[in-house]
């Protein structure tokens, strides 16, 4: 029963990652296409922990943890992006 469940699961969260797929190819802005790719990045360590639980293993742990430091990671530079219009800060005063 479990095993059922899993795989309704992961049908849902393929067809939501498509539906996040048009949003990034059509978003209106580029905020709604960041916002579109890091739910994407959420379905697959959702995706990727599912599979682990059907496959019953450890092994993708690793995988899970980098998925997620890499969608926060790009989350945060693109909120510092459009707030300051730049990722890495120059300090304008000591250029040399």
């Given at each position: 029963m479990l095993d059922i469940i899993i795989y309704v699961a992961l049908a849902i969260l393929v067809l939501a990652m498509l539906g996040m797929l048009y949003r990034v190819v059509k978003g209106p802005t580029?905020?709604?296409r960041v916002i579109a790719l890091d739910s994407i990045g959420?379905?697959?360590i959702s995706?990727?922990?599912l599979l682990s639980i059907?496959?019953?293993t450890t092994m993708f742990f690793e995988v899970i943890l980098l998925l997620g430091i890499l969608a926060f990671i790009g989350t945060v530079a693109f909120s510092k992006f459009?707030?300051?219009g730049e990722i890495i800060q120059h300090d304008r005063n000591n250029d040399l």
């Open positions: 580029t905020a709604d959420i379905g697959l995706v990727v922990s059907l496959l019953d459009l707030e300051k």
